[in-house]
């Protein structure tokens, strides 16, 4: 291979709207792979026959014959292309606490992608969400390291399966490594200023259990970390990635974050020097600046500023990945079999079935829900109502004109008898009321009301949203309440005295104290997707409903963060002047309701003592003592009762999703690892002491020891 060959293999290009741009940057720049996002060609058949191009011009037209990769930005579902599969953003599929059911859906998407040419996805996201104005929280699966470390080998497992050429398999990129989610402010991309120590404990573990599930690619953060750039850090994408954590595949840098050594840290002072610093640090795939970086790249070689050695490297784990592909056998796909692939009615179903199991009843008092689907009216009203692409979330096709799936308000109206009229009135957008009066008026006539309020879509920064430039616009990171115009709508229908019933379709969870102490029924039914129909099918009890908040939910902003697993202090037990209010959320994470009652017996242990090495096996009774068969999530939290760091107050370690039929029991089932209760030393290693472990499973505790040192 040429210099110039070599180098295109460590260069991508964006979507380009005119396809004879896109094989000018193929054919005569050498560039190896295009990153499809929302261009015209958005659907299935388009999609796929420019895939092909693309693929003809890099096989038929260039000296070797090199195919091309085609990545996309599919988290949760190739969301992109019009008629596709939208699964729950990642908050929601965590919420499911089902990784198995999320693996399908991991596996679903790949299929859909795979049919349309793309190869490789930047999901999952491993990022723990620890501070609830971050405006990306609902592309997290939450607060815990636990949780989200299963998720995300989880959804690696789902992408890529046992053998990347199938074709439901494509390469997994892991992101944002190694901490992008506890900006300072809350602020997209704002420093990571943060310990060693809770590096390590906290965000840390999702991207090692990312690597040892075999994620073919990982993507650094934008953020900088303890002053250093995260894209241009030879510590963190050399001697931690792959020294320390042993990761193997390609680093795929976040579209233009090499540009950012200079644009935004300041660390560098010019597009030339960004990229030297990138690749030198261990950049392998810079994804966005086609032709132009390649020349960049070949000048600093021919320069002497990089060695071609370096080059080789990159240029070969990339072409290991195309073989990994099965591309060098046959890159082409069938254009005429993507749209019977895409959203095809297993799809859907699995889709529903995700929807339904993330859906979280946060309260239900009276009974007011189930909602009975024979009433003589039913009112319908809220901004996020009837508007699929609020449903969709983040990365979708909010321009297709037809979008698959049912919102809230068309599920509704197919679940109630045909004797029932459901009466809508949208009553408020996000930050404006429409007609408040109307919504009024059709609640008193109503025998019941659903108000569905959230927010829109967003993605990066806040201001940069769907409603415009405005940095007073909501969502911010300063506002976690609803807007006024739609907390007026819900107090409006409530007052009337009409049954109510909350939806929140948003990614964030919103802090509304007031609706939390009010209205009787509250749904979190986060960004469902697609498949609407699910919120339906809890509010009129088809389903009952078993999600668990990924998230605490914070009363205000001013109880910004709000954790479950916060570190004790001298303050926080409850004396006078205690901060002990800060840590009582408005809805703790976990808490998730169900239309039938769990109660839990007879917490054991296999063991009282273990040593090194040791595992202690813990079960638990769980009873159904409701009158209709309910599924519900059962987490296993410990404490280290006395160490020489300080250790959360608990931390999740287990979780067992069980089914029981009403009347009747089964037991849930953990198995610790005494080398999985360690405490974060000075250097960076773990080490679990000798001393006292505190299980907990709901209101249930017990203690076991362990006799000396693991390492």
């Known amino acids: 291979m040429t210099l110039e060959e070599k180098v295109g293999q460590m260069v991508g290009t964006p979507p380009h709207e005119d396809v004879g741009e896109l094989r000018s940057e193929i054919r005569d720049h050498h560039v190896g792979s295009v990153h499809f996002g929302g261009t015209p060609h958005n659907t299935p058949e388009a999609k796929a026959e420019v895939a092909n191009e693309a693929q003809r011009v890099a096989v038929e037209e260039s000296r070797l014959g090199i195919p091309v990769f085609l990545r996309a930005m599919a988290e949760h579902g190739h969301a992109a292309v019009a008629g596709s599969t939208v699964f729950p953003q990642q908050l929601g599929l965590a919420a499911t606490r089902n990784p198995d059911l999320v693996s399908e859906s991991a596996r679903i998407?790949?299929?859909?992608?795979?049919?349309?040419?793309?190869?490789?996805?930047?999901?999952?996201?491993?990022?723990?969400?620890?501070?609830?104005?971050?405006?990306?929280?609902?592309?997290?699966?939450?607060?815990?390291?636990?949780?989200?470390?299963?998720?995300?080998?989880?959804?690696?497992?789902?992408?890529?399966g046992e053998d990347l050429s199938a074709e439901d398999s494509v390469v997994a990129v892991t992101k944002h490594f190694p901490m992008y989610s506890e900006p300072v402010r809350g602020?997209?991309?704002?420093?990571?200023?943060?310990?060693?120590y809770t590096f390590r404990r906290i965000h840390l573990p999702s991207y090692?259990?990312?690597?040892?599930?075999?994620?073919g690619g990982i993507m650094p953060c934008y953020n900088s970390i303890n002053g250093e750039p995260v894209h241009g850090s030879r510590r963190i994408l050399t001697g931690l990635l792959r020294q320390e954590l042993g990761f193997d595949g390609?680093?795929?840098?976040?579209?233009?974050?090499?540009?950012?050594?200079?644009?935004?840290?300041?660390?560098?002072?010019?597009?030339?020097?960004?990229i030297w610093q990138s690749i030198s640090a261990g950049m392998d795939l810079l994804p966005s600046g086609g032709s132009t970086y390649t020349d960049i790249i070949v000048n600093l070689v021919e320069e002497e500023e990089l060695s071609e050695s370096r080059i080789e490297e990159s240029a070969r784990r990339v072409l290991e990945t195309k073989f990994e592909l099965g591309l060098f056998e046959d890159p082409y796909i069938d254009v005429e079999a993507a749209p019977e692939v895409l959203g095809n009615e297993d799809h859907r179903e699995t889709a529903r079935e995700v929807a339904r199991q993330s859906q979280t009843l946060l309260k239900n008092e009276d009974d007011v829900l189930p909602l009975s689907s024979d009433?003589?009216?039913?009112?319908?009203?809220?901004?996020?109502?009837?508007?699929?692409?609020?449903?969709?979330?983040?990365?979708?096709?909010?321009?297709?004109?037809?979008?698959?799936?049912?919102?809230?308000?068309?599920?509704?109206?197919?679940?109630v008898s045909a004797d029932t009229t459901v009466a809508y009135e949208q009553g408020a957008e996000i930050n404006e009321t429409v007609d408040i009066d109307a919504a009024r008026e059709r609640a008193e006539a109503a025998d019941s009301a659903v108000v569905c309020v959230g927010e829109p879509d967003y993605v990066h920064e806040f201001a940069r949203s769907t409603l415009g430039e405005d940095a007073d616009e909501f969502p911010n990171r300063t506002q976690l309440s609803l807007p006024e115009p739609q907390q007026e709508l819900v107090r409006a229908v409530y007052e009337t005295g009409t049954p109510t019933v909350v939806v929140f379709v948003t990614g964030r969870v919103l802090a509304t104290p007031w609706i939390a102490e009010n209205v009787p029924g509250i749904l979190m039914a986060y960004q469902p997707g697609s498949e609407g129909g699910a919120v339906a099918d809890v509010l009129f009890g088809e389903y009952n409903p078993s999600g668990s908040l990924p998230i605490s939910v914070p009363k205000s902003e001013s109880r910004v963060p709000t954790r479950f697993n916060y570190l004790p202090h001298p303050q926080y037990h409850g004396a006078e002047g205690s901060h002990v209010d800060s840590y009582d959320p408005l809805f703790a994470y976990g808490h998730g309701?169900?239309?039938?009652?769990?109660?839990?017996?007879?917490?054991?242990?296999?063991?009282?003592?273990?040593?090194?090495?040791g595992i202690v096996d813990v079960e638990v009774t769980v009873a159904n003592v409701g009158d209709r068969s309910g599924t519900t999530s059962v987490e296993l939290f410990v404490r280290d009762v006395l160490s020489s760091r300080v250790t959360p107050v608990r931390e999740l370690a287990g979780i067992?999703?069980?089914?029981?039929?009403?009347?009747?029991?089964?037991?849930?089932?953990?198995?610790?690892?005494?080398?999985?209760?360690?405490?974060?030393?000075?250097?960076?290693?773990?080490?679990?002491?000798?001393?006292?472990?505190?299980?907990?499973?709901?209101?249930?505790?017990?203690?076991?020891?362990?006799?000396?040192?693991?390492?």
């Not at 299929?111 to 969400?129: F, H, K, L, Y």
């Not at 090692?208 to 994620?215: H, W």
């Open 208 to 215: 090692t259990a990312g690597i040892d599930a075999g994620t």
């Open 187 to 196: 602020e997209d991309a704002a420093p990571n200023e943060v310990s060693e």
């Open 250 to 274: 390609f680093i795929l840098a976040d579209y233009a974050g090499a540009e950012d050594l200079h644009r935004g840290h300041n660390t560098t002072g010019s597009l030339e020097e960004s």
């Open 109 to 160: 998407a790949a299929r859909e992608m795979r049919a349309t040419g793309v190869q490789s996805t930047s999901s999952p996201i491993g990022d723990i969400a620890r501070d609830q104005r971050w405006g990306r929280i609902a592309e997290t699966f939450g607060e815990s390291p636990y949780l989200s470390a299963r998720m995300t080998e989880s959804m690696v497992e789902g992408y890529q």
């Open 656 to 711: 067992d999703r069980v089914q029981v039929e009403p009347g009747d029991s089964e037991v849930a089932r953990f198995t610790l690892a005494a080398e999985d209760l360690g405490i974060v030393r000075e250097d960076g290693s773990s080490v679990t002491e000798p001393g006292t472990f505190e299980v907990m499973v709901g209101d249930h505790s017990t203690e076991f020891e362990v006799s000396r040192n693991y390492q």
């Open 375 to 415: 009433q003589d009216e039913l009112l319908v009203t809220g901004p996020t109502a009837d508007n699929i692409a609020y449903q969709h979330g983040g990365w979708g096709n909010v321009e297709d004109p037809d979008p698959m799936g049912d919102t809230v308000r068309e599920a509704i109206e197919s679940a």
């Open 593 to 613: 309701l169900s239309y039938t009652d769990f109660e839990y017996e007879d917490l054991s242990l296999s063991e009282t003592e273990v040593g090194p090495g």
